[in-house]
């Protein structure tokens, strides 16, 4: 209701600046016939801007400081002797007891005096505190909206103010990128920062055993071993790179190059459809289909696999990574000039000669750079391996037993509580930090290859 | 001319003899090389066939569901309470809800069990031994508060028998659907002796029936009555936080994409904020619920397990996808148009927004679509910001707790209830993927549309 | 055979082709081409072109560009079976032989016919490898040994050795525009092909640089028959026997370079020499 009015009347705050500015514009002209710089809807825009900004201003201020003030409010009208009697849990219910009084919907159980009371202050303090701000933003508005109105000259460039301060809301929409990776820079840093403050880095990098306190306390925390988690990740990406590097491979050079139009129209889009499915529902595929099938094909040859393990993630983890790799495979094929693969044909070459020994190398640097984005990708998947895997964090190397990665262990250990006091939870950012630079070097170097490469043939 | 290349007549056809021993062997590695193209498309191909196959094969049945056509007689006996307040007894609207939610208090402490088990005990054979206990597994235990409800909503009902319909239980519609062996032993199995023979009964003569099942697309999650469990908590939660997605990220990459493809001087900050965007698409997602975890909710205090965070966090995921193809359909309109514009005496903010963009609409709606179908999907950064809570309500705005489809997704398989929930799992799956479908079919859908007013 | 003996090494100016017409009328004929005709899906490119290759001389394609010279030479190969939607008609017989015959094989053939692009394409490889990789494919060598005479001699034909001997093992791709041409002559020729088909190898070309392949063609013409496409009169009539033209998928007229350029019969061919269309 009252985000509702306030968007009202900033509507009417920008409808009535803006036409102020506009006809005040429209009036330059008739007034003296002189050449109005800027066209009307400039002026309307250039008034309505320095109206809106200094309105919107205060508003936001409101939205960031009002919570905590109405709070304090609130506490403050709690008598002194029943707030003494209060844990915070006890607080939070009587403050949202007083908050449900204010808003005129009823409790349940007896009504104390003091809630009636603290209730009806809360009501008053909430509309006089809302239709204050409202002036105050409403009064710097028409203020700012005066001023501005009293620039409007024909000789006022406001297509070029506008213009500037379109400019840089563009600029600051192009800065959240960089800000997105400050902040997963800051918050993994500082975070794993206050982890280390608890567990030794040379423990935590170097470490063969995980095994986390969980209920741990100071001098019982735990061991936090990184290694158990690193070989589980390497072994999975290991696994699910054998699968989809020559599936998606050949799958993108048989479509680019032998292909019929027509089942390349249909199987291409298809392929792609992989690409689409969201990775839990691979988790939930691998968790009771491929798994309990590759127990049973395990069974069958006398190999004790089991159905949650290396393997399955593996598998099922190179099963989605196969249209990555066919995609990007295919678009770097497809870079290397035609006039290379027909001097391979002018020299007798057959088609799969030309391809292996003319395009592929041709090609290589680009693949290598797409694998490199592949197997980053398969580090940093989570899903299917938080269901696939197995969760068991032991040194160990037989892939048909169950594992456990940095992006499980991550999920298991930062299960959404805020409490960030222990290491249990501070870990979660210390592996993710470990991760995000795995990957990125990964990344970094993939994409700086996959860029020279393109360069190359341009 | 006497070296080994001379061109003789000779020598030519002495080479034509080497070319030709070759081209067995030659053509052969030809052929294997081709069949194994052709046997990786047949793989991948077989796998998408064979993911959709099993997840319908499972999913499919847990489309319907048991339900129990029972007789209610709401037994003044049994429900012991006073008439509800009237409005017109009370001077203000607080005094009445007050008085109304402790009306509804006292309805609820009653046994509404008793209700539930005289319907079955109406239902069932004349002169069954079978304690309540037993029989009370056969209904699922929010029977009670559909029947409670009706009451609520209706106190005239009071001394009235009606029909009602409740749902089986899940270990009931186990039985009925076969989903649990039929042939294990009285340890192994969830429900008791009598209550099976009852359920068997009651399936005969008609009481129990199968229906579609309504219930997954209009109830929320429960636990306590997993029969019940539904999408619509998450389907809500989902569809907030896409609504924040494209609020923000739509606005937002399109506006960054302009201002780095038509605006930005070439300077190192320009290249360094595109290698930086580049990077940023590839940063694993879990990556963003750690940012969303220590930023959002540890550092700026935004409510754990709300829709507002996970759309924050799937904004900044899906930004940089909405970018790069945002700066790819920029790159793509030709000069010429710009030229134009310009040579029109358009500033270069208006040829941009006024020629430009129009033109690469159609790419920009598609790239959006697009992310946030992939934004859909996302599990692993929701985990970290507290969504796999249990959450039992519809959130009525983005800061209400909630979860999304696919976290339900994976609550669902986590279930001890295997038998019931795996194929429910299935079918939740089978609902987002039809989502995801929908969307991308939109897509390709106003794609072409467009591209073809263009 | 009976070539121009103790042929005198001439300049770019003075590359002299001529050769007596009724010399080259005598030649064997090597080539038979018969009412051929392309299709790229919808579009006719070539309209029933007919035309004769004599045995060891040049023969070169002039006309404007999209004339169809280039999809014809292209089919002496049947280099336009790599084009998808591509549609050849009619006859090309080498040594009486039909190179569409569905059971003759096109590596086989073009390990024959060998072919030199418009632009420089030297594989991604060493040198040396760029050279050795016709004969590794076709087993045309028995050992190391072999293939590095190949390799020499292939190199000594295409006047590239002397530039490249100390640097056999670095990438083709690293060489001047007019050397890599000359790699890829090489590499064509050290499969022994015995027609050479050349797409206007000098278009991509420094003045110097076609000077040298332009003197380099006129030597391999001893030993090859060579094909060439080429957008430029002048070097038609510096290299080649022979000239056909081509104008808007048909082939206008053939004959003797000589005479093709000096007195020509078809009044087309007569506005193209003169600069009139093209």
Known sequence: MNALIVAALLLVLLGVSYQSGWSRS??????????????????????????????????????????????SYTVSQIPQDILLGLDQTGLNGTITRIDALASGYGVTGEIQPFEQSAGDALRSFQMLTFVGVLLVAAVAGGAALIYARSRVTARLRARNAVERVINIALLACSAVAILTTVGIVASLVTEAYKFFTFINPLDFFFGTVWNPNNAGTAGNWGS????????????????????????GLMAAIYLSQYAHPRLRAVAKPMIEILAGIPTIVFGFFALVTVGPFLRDLGNLVGLSINATSALTAGVVMGIMIIPFVSSLSDDILNQVPRTLRDGAYGLGATKSETIRNVLLPAALPGIVG????????????TMIVVLAAGNSPVLRGNPFEPVATITVSIVNQLTGDTDFAGPQSLVGFALGLTLFVITLCLNVVALYIVRRFREQYE | MTDTLSNTHAASLERTKLVRAGLRRRHMSEAIFR????????????????????????????????????????????????????????????????????????????????????????????????????????????ARHRIRALFVENPALLG????????????????????????????????????????????????????????IFTNVDSRAAPASAGLLGAFVGTLWMMLIVVALAVPIGVAAAVYLEEFA????????????????????????????????????????????????????????????????????????????????????????????????????????????????????????????????????????????????????????????????????IMVLLAVMICLNGVAIYLRSRLEKRA | MDMVAGKVKMTQQSVNSTMNPTDLLERPIRLTAKDVTVHYGQKQALHGISIQIPDRAVTSFIGPSGCGKST???????????????????????????????????????????????????????????????????????????????????????????????????????????????????????????????????????????????????????????????????????????????????????????????????????????????
């Open chain 1, 26 to 71: 429209r009036n330059l002209v008739t007034a003296d016939g002189v050449k109005v710089h800027s066209r009307p809807q400039y002026h309307g825009s250039y008034v309505a801007i320095w109206a809106m900004l200094p309105a919107l201003a205060i508003l936001a201020l409101w939205a960031w400081f009002g919570g905590d003030l109405t709070h």
């Open chain 1, 224 to 247: 936090y071993g990184l290694l158990p988690l690193l070989t589980g990740t390497l072994m999975i990406t290991v696994i699910a790179m054998l699968v989809a590097v020559p599936v």
């Open chain 1, 370 to 381: 797409a694998f490199l984005l592949a197997v980053s990708r398969a580090i940093g998947e």
């Open chain 2, 35 to 142: 069949g194994l193209g052709l046997a990786a498309i047949v793989m991948a191909l077989g796998f998408v066939a064979l993911l959709f196959i099993d997840i319908g094969r499972k999913g499919i049945p847990a489309f319907t569901q048991s339900n129990l056509h029972l007789t209610v007689t709401f037994d003044p006996a049994v429900i012991e309470v006073g008439p509800a307040p009237a409005r017109a007894d009370f001077t203000s609207e607080a005094e009445y809800n007050a008085a109304n939610l402790g009306w509804q208090r006292e309805v609820a402490l009653l046994n509404w069990n008793t209700i539930v088990e005289q319907a079955m005990r109406a239902a069932a054979p004349a002169g069954l031994d079978i304690d309540s206990r037993t029989l009370l597994t056969i209904p699922e235990t929010d």
């Open chain 2, 160 to 215: 009235q028998t009606v029909d009602v319909d409740v749902l089986a239980s899940a270990n009931a519609t186990n039985w009925i659907k076969g989903n649990i062996d039929r042939s294990l032993g009285d340890a192994q199995q969830q429900l008791a002796a009598p209550a099976r023979t009852l359920i068997d009964t009651l399936v005969e003569n008609g009481t129990i029936s199968n229906g579609f099942s309504w219930s």
């Open chain 2, 265 to 428: 001087p070439k300077s190192r900050l320009t290249d360094f904020i595109e290698v930086n965007i580049n990077n940023l698409a590839a940063v694993p997602s879990i990556v963003f619920g750690l940012l969303g975890a220590a930023a959002f909710i540890n550092y700026m205090h935004l409510p754990i397990s709300a829709p507002i965070v996970g759309g924050l966090v799937l904004t900044l995921m899906t930004l940089p996808t909405i970018i790069i193809a945002t700066r790819g359909a920029l790159l793509g309109v030709s000069p010429s148009l710009r030229q134009a514009a310009l040579g029109m005496g358009a500033s270069k903010t208006q040829m941009v927004f006024h020629h430009v963009l129009p033109v690469t609409f159609p790419s920009i709606l598609t790239a959006t679509i697009l992310g946030i179908a992939h934004a859909l999907g996302e599990t692993a950064p929701l985990l970290l910001i507290g969504m796999k809570a249990f959450v039992a309500q519809v959130p009525t705005s983005p800061f209400d707790q909630a979860t999304a489809l696919p976290v339900q997704i994976y609550l669902w398989q986590g279930n001890e209830n295997r038998n019931f929930f795996e194929p429910r799992t299935a079918a939740a």
């Open chain 3, 72 to 278: 014809f030479l292209r089919c002496i190969n049947r280099m336009n079976d790599t084009i998808e939607g591509a549609k050849v008609g009619g006859t090309i017989k080498l040594d009486g032989e039909d190179i569409y015959d569905p059971a003759l094989d096109v590596v086989e053939l073009r390990a024959r016919i060998g072919m030199v692009f418009q632009k420089p394409n030297p594989f991604p490889k060493s040198i040396y490898e760029n050279v050795a990789y016709g004969p590794k494919i076709h087993g045309l060598a028995r050992n190391k040994t072999d293939l590095d005479e190949i390799v020499v001699s292939s190199l000594r034909k295409a006047g590239l050795f002397e530039e490249v001997k100390d640097r056999l093992n670095e990438p083709g791709t690293g060489l001047s525009g007019g050397q890599q041409q000359r790699l890829c002559i090489a590499r064509a020729i050290a499969v022994g092909p015995e027609v050479i088909l050349m797409d206007e190898p000098c278009s991509a070309l420094d003045p110097i640089a076609t000077a040298i392949i332009e003197e380099l063609i006129d030597e391999l013409r001893e030993n090859y028959t060579i094909v060439i496409v080429t957008h430029s009169m002048q070097q038609a009539a510096r290299v080649s026997q022979k000239t056909a033209f081509f104008h808007l998928g048909n082939l206008i007229e053939e004959g003797v370079t000589e005479d093709i350029f000096t007195n020509p019969v078809n009044k087309q061919t007569q506005d193209y020499i003169m600069g009139r269309i093209g």
